[in-house]
């Protein structure tokens, strides 16, 4: 099996000299556990968190620790019955090959319910999942509502976006770094507005796109971008911590801070941080629905695929610069 581990702490923005790849034997499969080859291993934005020492709200992986990431892929060995030999799970087993697991903490045996492995991993995975419990247990969306969701053309803000309208949002609006995003985002996935968040008259183009305000502010960028909005919440507003993508790179004392408090006051805001894995006993039933609208093509996704685990380090590294865009999966 081949696994890809951290080399070194991290400083700043990773690069693929970050990481090293490793060989080793196929572990040996004991009572109780089974054995999966991963199909799909995914780059998470998330996973920078915890490579720096420090780090935000998961401890920091050790220098040759293998690099957290989720997987999807077939059981080819077993000692346990309940994830016999041919069964099709996704783990949060890191960026390996392979993997040994006794089926504890996040892995899940998927039914067939006639999508991509790889959608588990995306759509119906973590990403898919983070859009769905932010909107609809964080946020507690209601049919009418305004959203603007940040880093609107990845993964979990164009999930975000279009679930929205799902749940009969009435106008949407996305913040995305490149025209392709943008175009992507209103031809493709039903924004109403897709912003260019660089643009020194943001404030303004907000304004114009959202004249009323924003009700639900999905955000996935970091405290910048949410003070700068904070004027523009809605009374009773909502804001959705998803994660954090600008301030990841920063040490703690750099990143900027919340000021503008006092429009929580004003307007009654609610702020609130999610970690998805607290909705996992309700993942079935969104997934099920969700699964539904991808297959009859309401819901549009994307995937920027590498070739081999190696492929890994460099889609982790891009995320951070923004070029092309879609779920980063290695397939193995
Ligand atoms: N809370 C949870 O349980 C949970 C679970 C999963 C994911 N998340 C979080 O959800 C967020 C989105 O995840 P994702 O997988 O969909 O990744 P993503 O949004 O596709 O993240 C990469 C994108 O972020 C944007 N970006 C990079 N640097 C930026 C900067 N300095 N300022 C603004 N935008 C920047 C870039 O797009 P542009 O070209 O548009 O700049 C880049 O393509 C992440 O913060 C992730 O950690 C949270």
Redesign the pocket.
């Known amino acids: 099996m081949k696994r890809v581990a951290l080399a070194r702490h991290i400083e700043g923005v990773p690069t693929p000299a970050d990481f090293r790849l490793e060989e080793a034997p196929l572990p040996t499969v004991e009572e109780g556990r089974f054995l999966v080859a991963n199909s799909f291993v995914s780059a ?3 996973t ?2 915890r490579l720096s020492p420090g780090a935000s709200y998961a401890p920091p992986l050790p220098p040759g620790a293998t690099v957290d990431g989720f997987a999807v892929g077939r059981v080819i060995d077993s000692r346990n019955d309940r994830f016999p030999v041919g069964t099709l799970v996704t783990h949060g087993g890191g960026w390996s090959t392979h993997a040994v697991s006794s089926g504890r903490g996040y892995c899940i045996a998927l039914p067939d319910i006639g999508v991509s492995d790889s959608a588990w991993i995306g759509v119906l995975g ?2 898919g ?2 859009a769905w419990f ?1 909107l609809k247990r964080v946020a507690a969306i209601q049919p009418g509502d305004t959203v603007l969701v ?9 999930t975000a976006g279009q679930l929205a309208r799902h749940f009969g949002a009435s106008r949407i609006v996305g ?4 025209a392709e ?1 943008r175009a992507w985002l209103v031809d493709e996935c039903g924004f109403d507005v897709a912003l260019d ?1 660089r643009d020194p008259d943001l404030d303004l183009a907000v304004k114009a796109a959202l004249p009323d305000g924003i009700d639900i502010l999905f955000d ?3 405290n910048a ?1 949410i003070d700068r909005m904070l004027p523009e919440m809605k009374m009773r507003g909502r804001i959705v ?6 301030d ?2 920063s040490p703690a004392e750099q990143v900027p801070g919340i000021r503008q408090t006092r429009e929580f006051i004003a307007r009654r805001l609610r702020m609130e ?5 607290d909705d996992l006993p309700s993942f079935a039933g969104a997934q099920s629905e969700v699964a539904g609208l991808v297959k009859d093509g309401t819901l549009k996704t994307k995937e920027v695929i590498g070739e081999g685990i190696e492929s890994l380090p460099g889609l982790f590294s ?6 092309d ?1 879609g ?2 999966l290695a397939r193995i």
């Open positions: 998470d934005p998330g920078r968190s973590v990403p999942m983070t932010g940040t880093s609107a053309a990845g993964p979990v803000g164009a913040l995305a770094g490149s995003k968040y996935n960028v970091g971008m911590i998803s994660g954090q993508v600008a990841y790179n941080g999610m970690v998805v894995f891009g995320l951070f610069s923004g070029t865009f779920r980063r």
